[in-house]
Nanobody, 116 residues
Framework: QGQLVESGGGLAQPGGSLRLSCAASGFTFSSYAMTWARQAPGEGLEWVSTIYSDGSNTYYANSVKGRFTISRDNAKNTVYMQMNSLKPEDTAVYYC?????????WGQGTQVFVSS
């Protein structure tokens, strides 16, 4: 059974940085595109970023472009999200998702809170 476990969330000040990690197990990680999505309080799920299975292509929402960087290490079955220049509006629960064809796995989420 596929499993994803996010970590690295917490409290950051505006302008600060956090690095999220998402560790995968139970499936062939290197075959899956990986996505970060987030859900702010009282809001719907928002797509943030996607990276192809081999890391060759990355995509970002306009709201995070230039501030967030997605990467992956297929040898460690882990995807990362480096978040710089954080803003209060980045406050949300961040989820990672693995997708390959119709197969999907979701993590349980990690909370990011940006406040002074």
């Amino acid at each position: 059974q596929g499993q994803l476990v996010e970590s690295g969330g917490g409290l950051a000040q505006p302008g600060g940085s956090l690095r999220l990690s998402c560790a995968a197990s139970g499936f062939t990680f290197s075959s899956y595109a990986m996505t970060w999505a987030r859900q702010a309080p009282g809001e719907g799920l928002e797509w943030v970023s996607t990276i192809y299975s081999d890391g060759s292509n990355t995509y970002y929402a306009n709201s995070v472009k230039g501030r967030f960087t997605i990467s992956r290490d297929n040898a460690k079955n882990t995807v990362y999200m480096q978040m710089n220049s954080l803003k209060p509006e980045d406050t949300a629960v961040y989820y990672c998702k693995a997708a390959w064809g119709k197969a999907e796995h979701w993590g349980q989420g990690t909370q990011v809170f940006v406040s002074s």
